[in-house]
């Protein structure tokens, strides 16, 4: 997975090494890997590669399993236009972004970089999911402070 700081340049592959809004995140959706305060114990952190922490149900849409998979075909072939772009704001609220989940969202970030990506899980601070590179899909991540606008299809 591939992050991206706030002037568009790639910070690192191990995003949740470098962004504390992405490690946030990722431990609210994977379950923290440290045992619980007072040394109790909480099992293994994952179940088999078909369910998600502790055994539990898999995260994302059903059938996906962990957060899903990219998509089988390239995005729309066209860019839209400005004029289809959403409200900008200092930061994207989580809820606004949330009804593009496993869709083609085009992405406009800060620093005019520009991208279709295709997300499969939003937190409060920090969005992941798969970025068009123009010959395939690849992981991605990004906190919602970088993105200035996006709109879904």
Do not use: H, K
């Not at 099992?43 to 962990?66: H, I």
């Not at 072939?77 to 772009?85: E, K």
């Not at 593009?100 to 969202?105: G, K, M, P, Q, S």
């Amino acid at each position: 997975m591939y992050y991206y700081d706030q002037n568009g340049q790639m910070a690192s592959s191990l995003p949740y090494y470098t962004d504390y809004d992405y490690i946030y995140d990722y431990e609210r959706q994977m379950g923290s890997f440290f045992p619980p305060p007072g040394g109790g114990s909480m099992g293994p952190p994952f179940g088999p590669p078909s369910q998600g922490p502790g055994g539990g149900p898999p995260f994302g849409t059903p059938g996906q399993g962990l957060g899903g998979g990219p998509p089988t075909s390239p995005p729309p072939s066209f860019v839209p236009t400005q004029s289809q772009q959403q409200a900008q704001a200092f930061a994207v609220d989580p809820g606004s972004i949330r009804v593009c989940l496993f869709r083609f969202t085009y992405v406009w970030l800060r620093g005019f970089e520009q991208f279709w990506f295709y997300p499969t899980f939003v937190g409060r601070r920090s969005i992941s999911g798969f970025r068009w590179n123009g010959f395939r899909w690849v992981n991605f991540g990004i906190s919602l402070r970088q993105i200035q606008s996006f709109t879904c299809f």
